[in-house]
């Protein structure tokens, strides 16, 4: 199957500093990616979407300004965590996929982000 | 809010018994996949189902899709201690696999 390389696996940062996660697709193209965010023993929420040359679309309820989404190649989206604080300490994972309707989307291995 | 809700919420069995975990979602929907997660780890497709399928095998996983009912099942038979994981459904609603997850189950195998 495809792969999606997500870089860093884990992250620590200081309170105030901010921290760019990266998400690439290997061996495919991927026009649109997606960010989720999983909250300890909870489920994957999506953040936002990320559309290769144009500007992400957000999910109600999660500030832009603070997740800023990068989308510059058809290979790689960034996602960036700014002026972090403690409560931004989560599982942050991506997706993408070739874009047909009944194909499966590969997700990256997720970045385990710290906030001290 | 999220798409599917996901019974049991945790579930606990003995080694070589068989799991089975549901999942309902409340729109259409294009496909169903389900996906496993190891603690504190990335995710792993298991099984993607099309809507107009009712039923897949893979391995040991079998995956039902009731569209009328809105919801799939899916059974791991002969479990193992390996296949301790949190167990999730998502869907998606057509284009780009922007997919939405239910809230999951967490299965532990007991040797």
């Known amino acids: 199957g495809a792969v999606v390389s997500q870089h860093p696996s884990r992250v620590i940062c200081k309170s105030g500093t901010s921290v760019k996660i990266e998400c690439r697709s290997l061996d495919f193209q991927a026009t649109t990616m997606f960010w989720y965010r999983q909250f300890p023993k909870k489920s994957l929420m999506l953040m936002a979407t990320s559309n290769e040359g144009s500007k992400a679309t957000y999910e109600q309820g999660v500030e832009k300004d603070k997740f800023l989404i990068n989308h510059a190649s058809l290979t790689l989206s960034t996602l960036t965590v700014t002026s972090a604080h403690p409560e931004d300490s989560s599982f942050y994972i991506c997706?993408?996929?070739?874009?047909?309707?009944?194909?499966?989307?590969?997700f990256g291995q997720g970045t385990r982000l710290t906030v001290v | 809010s999220q798409q599917g809700e996901e019974d049991p919420q945790a579930l606990s069995i003995q080694e070589g018994e068989n799991a089975t975990m549901n999942c309902s979602y409340k729109?259409?929907?294009?496909?169903l996949q389900w996906y496993r997660q190891n603690s504190g780890r990335g995710l792993v497709h298991l099984i993607l189902?099309?809507?107009?399928?009712r039923e897949k095998h893979s391995g040991r996983l079998r995956v039902t899709l009731d569209t009328s009912k809105k919801s799939s099942s899916l059974l791991i038979t002969a479990s193992r201690a390996a296949d301790t994981a949190s167990y999730f459904c998502?869907?998606?609603?057509?284009?780009?696999?922007?997919?939405?997850f239910g809230t999951g189950t967490k299965l532990q195998v007991i040797p």
């Open positions: 998502a869907t998606d609603q057509g284009g780009y696999q922007k997919v939405t």
């Open positions: 997706s993408a996929s070739r874009g047909s309707l009944n194909t499966e989307a590969f």
């Open positions: 189902i099309r809507s107009n399928e």
């Open positions: 729109t259409s929907i294009n496909n």
